[in-house]
């Protein structure tokens, strides 16, 4: 029953740093995407992934790389972390890309100082 | 581009109130729409949806229905609990079939016992 699960919760860095948030999905879907959620901004895609070994930009994808490394598995990486990514990031799936139900992980709010 | 707009502001109610979430939106062709919502520390969840013109989408005392008329999927509940607070998104997805959600910016509902 664990559905989109994403790793770290929380993670605070400093500028400058990199890492990998990691998300895996066990409901065989096609297609996984990474939003990020600011305050009074709802929520905008950053990068898509229609089918295992395709990615996409969407609206915002300065700053990040993703990588679908199998069906389950989708991350986004921050080479070298801003203050400007601050916020929240959630990852979801949906069973492909012209299905229109997506599944959200519980987040994961990255601050950086 | 595709857009999906919210009423501003957070909305605050006495349970048993009536619930109005209004949302417009402007797109190419004809979308599927959507609500959303996030409860405290949470992802998103679907709370409902419609595809086609006058489709009305509803679950847990939610309704919405798809006016194409006025481009509006605005959000009802006759009679608010506590347990609705939460955040509310409005959706779309283009109607090319790709799941590229655009999402207006929530709104925060607060029920008051």
């Known amino acids: 029953n664990a559905g989109v699960t994403q790793t770290p919760k929380f993670q605070v860095l400093k500028t400058g740093q990199s890492m990998t948030l990691q998300c895996a999905q066990d409901m065989n879907h096609n297609s996984m995407y990474w939003y990020r959620q600011d305050p009074g901004m709802g929520l905008r895609l950053i990068y898509y992934s229609a089918s295992e070994g395709t990615t996409d930009k969407g609206e915002v994808p300065n700053g990040y790389n993703v990588s679908r490394l199998n069906k389950r598995e989708f991350s986004l990486r921050l080479e070298s972390a801003a203050p400007s990514q601050t916020s929240v990031y959630f990852c979801a799936s949906s069973v492909d890309y012209t299905n229109t139900e997506a599944f959200f992980g519980q987040g994961t709010r990255l601050t950086v100082v | 581009g595709d857009s999906v707009t919210q009423m501003e502001g957070p909305v605050t109610l006495s349970e048993e109130a009536f619930l109005t979430i209004n949302c417009t939106y402007t797109a190419t062709g004809y979308p599927s729409l959507f609500w959303y919502v996030q409860y405290p520390g949470e992802g998103l969840q679907l709370l409902l949806k419609?595809?086609?013109?006058?489709d009305k989408g509803s679950n847990k005392g939610f309704e919405a229905t798809y006016r194409k008329e006025t481009t509006s999927f605005h959000l009802e509940k006759g009679s608010v609990q506590v347990s609705d607070s939460a955040v509310y998104f409005c959706?779309?997805?283009?109607?090319?079939?790709?799941?590229?959600?655009?999402f207006g910016k929530g709104n925060q509902v607060v029920v008051i016992p």
């Open positions: 959706a779309l997805s283009g109607p090319g079939g790709n799941n590229r959600l655009a």
């Open positions: 419609a595809t086609k013109a006058d």
